[in-house]
Every structure is written in structure tokens, then in C-alpha cells.
């Protein structure tokens, strides 16, 4: 560990982030008329924004690595991955097998994501939720939802 | 227009039974969510915004203000019991608050936080009266040129009085920007980075962003952190704090809700910054310092008086201007357009009775939350008892749940998803998400009165300078970035933000 590295990782990453995002923009924008700035096209604003979400980028990649070096604290994926899986379990199962089921699957996968969760008492809170849920939403709110797959 | 005219169309409003009902709702929600960690306002607003519409907008919003300013409240007492701050804004309430909790003196702290928001509630209530009739009669000599001025001069401000890194604020705002761009260009009906997507032809919707952003990506980091929660088991009593305390934190109370009232009002402000601040000034010019972080009431009356009033003033620019000062206020302007009511300087003459019925029942729901919260504080402080493994499964359901129902669509939940893994991102690089939400609710609007403000000058980018109060405002964007720019000021507010 004596050798001295270089670079702030935390800079490194946000500007690499905003030149994909500028580049996706310019490519995604590139058939729009861009017109003068006294007649814009539907171009003109996303090219100028694109431009400076650009510059914005190279700025801080450029500082980041001529920072001292700066670590980012290690993702922990398990969090990431079991709340994104839940979010997805809910979009894939809502409209089709219903708020009961959907709102079963995210609660207990989404408790994957902590080592504390207990199994149990996860199902069973689960069922308690999904009960709430659509007693509220559905029956109280009027969210237009199936309940069940059937 | 005379100020008692409005407050009584105000209260008038405000004390129907139904409205009564919603602001009573409204704050015992966000007292709830004030009190538990790792939920804050935003999310829940975001959440309660589609069951929304169905009820008349005045309804919806007082339900909705009653929210933020009822998490304020709750925000105070975890952290006096707990020492863990509710809300962002209820940090520096720990310092003194739970010092206090701990010699025993937990009933007069969680009262005088209590009175002092009550306190600092009435009197922003009354600037808001106050402030409101000239700021919008100024705001009706507005056009686009003005208008233009006055959005860039607040997304800037909102990014100098934010939290953290000032370049990566103003990133941010562009990001907001590039996102809110996305849709059916308005004048030409061309298609926008919509990539064939129908549900992004009308824009892409906030809330998803706003749930993904700050509720998920918030749960995701949290799993990381070491879990830490223990409650002060003491009982709680003499809920009646004696004449000396209330003595000694007058003076504090009245300080901080004029600092509350001052920043709340500034683009930026807020609930977030005012408490720090007044702690500071009162820290400095308190006679007994050395009390301060050893259980000194004027430590709590200040910092809650101060985010209380600034959750309420930073209501004004909205009201007014219709330019939100932070990100929740940007979700309220969500929630107007999606009422069908555009904010701006009209919205006053329009709508007199939402905003004089919304600023009285502020008043109203403040003297609630003053019943609510001290004879009943038994109860928030058992909702503690709830464990985190249980809470964030049931935020994400509810995340899940509040996005589908914006719209019924399951286009949104995965847009939601896409936005919790980018916040979490974020979260990791240092980059606050405020202010890409403040982007996005006004960057149809910027790109609008741009077009429009080109159109009546004919592409001459000098009118923005030649016009007084558009020059007026542009001048204070430009002062804004100079002192920014210059280092002791620099690192004078990395302190105060650091503290």
C-alpha cells in the first residue's frame, strides 16, 4: 500500500456517468431539427443541455483524476439486488396475478435484502400488507387493480 | 385585496368539516413518517399524490402541506428519544434534545420543541400573509423574459443553499433538465427521446423519479449502514415544562423562527438548512454557552422553531411564483399541474380560495399537531418499536403500489426501478438528488418561456440584460456564482453545512 494512487473515484464515476448520458442524448436527439435560437427546433434545448451535461463530465473526470485518491465505500449488492428484485416481481405480477400475490412476493423478497429478516415472520407480515394494501387501495382508494389472478 | 379579507376566506375554507378532516389526516402522516427514520416526506407525498385526485385540489393540498410540516414535528421527537434524526431536519435537535432525554428531562424537551414549532408555525403563517400579496402583484408584471430570469435564478439558488457539492448540484439540475426534455415537443409534436415508449409522449412522470430517487435508492443505502436504535425507556412525563424553561427559550424560540421564516422563503431553504443555522447563532449568542450539547433548551426551542417556520415560508416562492424552493415543493407543483391548476403569479387571483384556504389551514394544523403530538406522544414513540426489517419491504411495497397508481401504469414501476439503481448511484458518488428533481418539474417550463422570450426578441439572447427586473435577477444568479466562486466563502459554508 505504499504506492501512491491517484484519482477520486467518486469524481471518476459521476462525470463518466454525465458523458454516457450526454452521448446517449446527442445520439437519441441527433434527427431533430435543431432551428436558430428565434425559431427553435425541438432540437435546440436537448443539444444545449446534452452539451453542458458534457462539459459538466469532462470537468469532473478531469478533477477526480487529478485528485488525491479518494475510495467510494464498496457496494454491497445484496441490498440492490432484492430491492430491485422486488420492484420488478411487483411490475411483472400486478396486473396479472393480482395486488394480493404482488404485494406478497415484493415484501418477502424484498426481505432477502436484509441479513436480520426473519422467515416467518416476513411471510406473515407479508400477508398482513397485502390484506392492508388492497383493503386501502383498492376497496377505500379505488385503484383499478385485479386482486386476484382469476 | 386586504390582508383580513384573504384570512378570513382563508379560514373560512380551512375549518370546513372536510378540510378540517384532510389536515388532520395530512398531519398525523407525517407526524407517523416524521418520526420514523428512513421515510421522509418526499416518498410519502409522492405516494399520496394519485389518491389525490379525486378529492377538490384545495382538499388534496392541505393533505399534502399538512404532511411536510407534520414530519417536522415528528422528526423532533425520535430524535430527542432516540437520538437518531426523523427527519434531515431534526439533526441538530439531537445535539441538546436527547442530552436532555438523558438526564431525564425528555418531557420538557419533547414540550418546548412542540411549543416552539407551534410558535414559529403561527408567526410563518402570518409572513406568509404578509409576503404573499406584494411578492405576486410583482409577479404579475412578469413575462417569459422575467419568468426565464427568475426559474434560472432559483435553480440556481437551490443548488448554492443545498447540501453538498455545488458542481454537483448544478450537474444535477442539468440532468433534471435533460429528463424533463423527454416527450412530444409542445410547438413542433415532435417526438423527444421517447424511443417509441407511448407513456413517455406526455413527459416523463416525477413521481416514479421522485419514489426511486429518494425512497428506494434511500433503502438501498440504508442496508448498508449498521443498524443502530435504542430508545430512551424512560417515561415520559411533566409533558407541562416549567415557567423557567419556558423563560429561557422564548428569546431562542423567536430567534430561530425568524431565521426559519428568512431562509425558508430563499430558493434552497427549506426545512433542511434554517435549523443548523439557528442553532449556530444561538449557540453564539446564548449567555450560557457551555450548556450548548449538554441538554441547553434554547438548543431545542431554536432549531425547532427555525425548521418549522422554514417549512413553511419555503412555501411562498411556490404560492407566488410558482418556483418551488426544494424538492418537495417541487412536488407540489406536480401535484397543482396535475389538478389542473398551472402555478405561477396568476395562481393568487385565480385561486384565492386554495392558497388563502392552504396558508390558514397551516395554522389550523399546526394547533393540532400541538394536540397531537404532546398528550399522545406515548404512541409515535411506540411506532419506534417497529424494526427496520419490517419498515423498508413495506416502503418498497408502497413505493411499488403509489407508482402504479400515478397513472396505472406498470411502464412507471420500471421506470422507478431504473431510477433507484441511478440514485443509488448517486448516493455513492456524493451527488445529491434534489435538485435533478427541481430540474425536472421546471425544465418544461424553462425550455417555454425560453422559446417564447426568443420569440419576442428575435433571437436576441441581450433582451434577458436589457429588461430591469430580468437584469435584476440574472444579477443576483451571476453575484450568487461570484461569491460561490471565492474561497473563504467557500469554505465558510462547507463549515456550516458540515456542523
Known sequence: M????????????????????????????????????????????????????????????????????????????????????????????????????????????????????????????????????????????????????? | MDLFGNLALGLATAVQPVNLLYCLIGVVIGTAIGVLPGIGPIPTVALLLPFTFGLDPTSAFILLAGIFYGAQYGGSTTAILVNVPGETSSVVTCLDGHEMAQQGRAGPALAIAAISSFYAGTIATLVICLLSVPLSALALKFTAVEYFSLLVLGLLAAVVLAHGSVMKALAMVLLGLLLGLIGIDVSSGAARMTFGIAELGDGIDFVPVAMGLFGLAEIMANLERPPVRQVVSQKVRDLVPSVADLKAAFPAMTRGTLIGSILGVLPGGGAALPPFTAYAIEKKVSKNKAMFGHGAIEGVAAPEAANNAGAQTSFIPLLTLGIPANALMALMIGALMMHGIQPGPQIMSEQPQLVWGVIASMWVGNLMLLIINLPLVGIWVSMLKIPYRLLFPAIALLCCIGTYGIANSVFNIWLMLGCALVGYLFIKVGAEPAPLLLGLVLGPQLEENFRRAMLLSDGDVAVFVQRPISAGLLAVAALLILVLMSPTVFRKRKEALAE
Do not use: C
Open chain 1, 2 to 150: 505504499a504506492e501512491r494512487r491517484r484519482g477520486d473515484l467518486r469524481d471518476l464515476l459521476f462525470g463518466g456517468f454525465l458523458i454516457a448520458v450526454a452521448g446517449f442524448t446527442a445520439a437519441a436527439t441527433w434527427s431533430l431539427r435543431v432551428g436558430t435560437a428565434a425559431n427553435m427546433g425541438p432540437g435546440y434545448m436537448p443539444r444545449v443541455v446534452a452539451a453542458l451535461v458534457l462539459a459538466f463530465g469532462l470537468f469532473f473526470v478531469i478533477r477526480g483524476a487529478v485528485a488525491a485518491f479518494h475510495p467510494i465505500a464498496p457496494p454491497q449488492p445484496r441490498g440492490v439486488v432484492f430491492i430491485l428484485a422486488a420492484v420488478a416481481a411487483f411490475a411483472l405480477l400486478v396486473t396479472t396475478a393480482g395486488l394480493m400475490i404482488a404485494a406478497v412476493a415484493t415484501i418477502v423478497i424484498a426481505g432477502f435484502a436484509s441479513r436480520e429478516t426473519r422467515p416467518l415472520e416476513t411471510v406473515l407480515f407479508g400477508g398482513a400488507m397485502a390484506v392492508g394494501a388492497v383493503l386501502l387501495f383498492v376497496q377505500a382508494l379505488k385503484l383499478p387493480v385485479p386482486i386476484w389472478p382469476w
